[in-house]
């Protein structure tokens, strides 16, 4: 069963404009992490966040993480066309456990 | 640099045929896993490996097994296959265990039939 549950289901912006993605877990976890999915291709690793950071930044990407509402946001600035993808969280407990991710689309 | 390398990209089977799915990593990754991406699921684990020689049962094992005979490869094997098995099979390595990133190779689309 999925750990982390990701909201939207779908985001579609315009170019330049920013990306809010969140991510909703159950249980107490170790560390959370990002990864993005291109279509039809693997995933590739974002951010990892340890349970005891509250936020992390990656170039244009900015992570938070809330241990007490058990709940991540990923946040991507300046959106780029290139940027389209599926994201996911992943919450790493006694193993790791993806949700369904967020299918971002950004217009040019 | 190839990183992790699935093969086949993609295979049609028969209800019953057998086969095997191969992962190769150049990392020197210790762990190794298997995962099945199926729509509105996102992945789901099906075996993995914390070593040469090792394998364990992930979330949804049945129907599937594994072997880690060389450090490098893992293969995931289906003994007889079923349409529930139609899927998307993700193989991932890592250094380390889950606190650690994992990398992915680009996946293996399987249709049975």
């Known amino acids: 069963s999925q750990q982390g549950e990701e909201d939207p289901q779908a985001l579609s912006i315009q170019e330049g404009e920013n990306a809010t993605m969140n991510c909703s877990y159950k249980?107490?976890?170790?560390?959370l992490q990002w990864y993005r999915q291109n279509s039809g291709r693997g995933l590739v690793h974002l951010i990892l966040i340890r349970s005891n950071e509250r936020e992390k930044h990656s170039g244009r990407l900015r992570v938070t993480l809330d241990t007490s509402k058990k709940s991540s946001s990923l946040l991507i600035t300046a959106s780029r066309a290139a940027d389209t993808a599926s994201y996911f969280c992943?919450?790493?407990?006694?193993?790791?456990?993806f949700g369904a991710g967020t299918r971002l689309t950004v217009k040019p | 640099n190839a990183g992790v390398t699935q093969t086949p990209k993609f295979r049609v089977l028969k209800t019953g045929q057998s086969m095997t799915l191969l992962c190769a990593q150049d990392?020197?990754?210790?762990?190794m896993y298997w995962y099945r991406q199926d729509p509105g699921m996102g992945l789901r684990l099906i075996h993995y490996?914390?070593?040469?020689?090792?394998?364990a049962k992930g979330e949804v094992p049945d129907g599937y097994n594994v072997s880690r005979l060389k450090k490098q490869n893992f293969l995931l094997g289906l003994e007889s296959a079923a349409p529930s098995q139609t899927s998307v099979y993700f193989c991932?390595?890592?250094?380390?265990?889950?606190?650690?990133?994992?990398?992915f190779g680009d996946g293996t689309r399987l249709s049975i039939l």
């Open positions: 490996s914390v070593g040469e020689g090792t394998t």
């Open positions: 991932a390595s890592s250094y380390a265990g889950s606190n650690q990133p994992q990398h």
């Open positions: 990392m020197n990754h210790e762990y």
């Open positions: 249980t107490s976890i170790n560390n």
């Open positions: 992943a919450t790493v407990s006694n193993d790791m456990r």
